[in-house]
């Protein structure tokens, strides 16, 4: 393949997977380390690109990248998510992000790709390298934990 084809090929990826890692990996381990970690990864596929490009899932593979550099970076476990204003509309329950970021990693992940950012199963499940069945227990599962922390079972 020529250079030229090459970079168009990653060009069209790029422009494919940042906005999904930044919200994968953001909905994971809070929006202020998923920028770098973004970066970071979309780095790592370029200078990998033809074993990323022939990997069955490319996105999954860079996720797991960009996953990794901030799990390794993170001091402790901890997730911030931005407190919820009170002058922000639409509404939203004031208890939220802290029950968002007592879910697993996992759990709030879907759980916020799904719900929040509205993207379908499969989106999920490509982006984050999963079937279809395990997103959906993974959502069942956080949306459960999340309606008894808020107390709306």
């Given amino acids: 393949m020529t250079g030229v084809a090459v970079n168009a090929d990653f060009t069209r990826f790029v422009l494919m997977a940042e906005p999904r890692l930044q919200l994968a990996l953001g909905s994971a381990f809070g929006f202020d380390r998923a920028q770098e970690a973004t970066a970071d990864a979309l780095a790592f596929a370029w200078e990998h ?33 931005p407190p919820v204003r009170n002058v922000e509309l639409p509404w939203i329950e004031p208890r939220l ?21 509205e993207w379908t199963l ?12 395990a997103v959906q227990m993974h959502d ?4 459960n934990r999340l309606r008894r922390a808020l107390g709306v079972d």
């Fill in 49 to 81: 690109w033809e074993k990323v490009a022939a990997s069955a899932n490319p996105i999954g593979y860079v996720f797991g990248v960009g996953r990794n550099q901030i799990r390794s970076s993170m001091r402790s476990r901890v997730v911030q998510l």
């Fill in 140 to 143: 069942r599962r956080g949306l």
């Fill in 97 to 117: 992000p802290a029950a968002l970021c007592a879910l697993s990693e996992r759990q709030r992940q879907v759980v916020m790709l799904v719900h929040c950012f």
């Fill in 122 to 133: 499969g989106e999920v499940a490509e982006t984050l390298d999963l079937s279809k069945g």
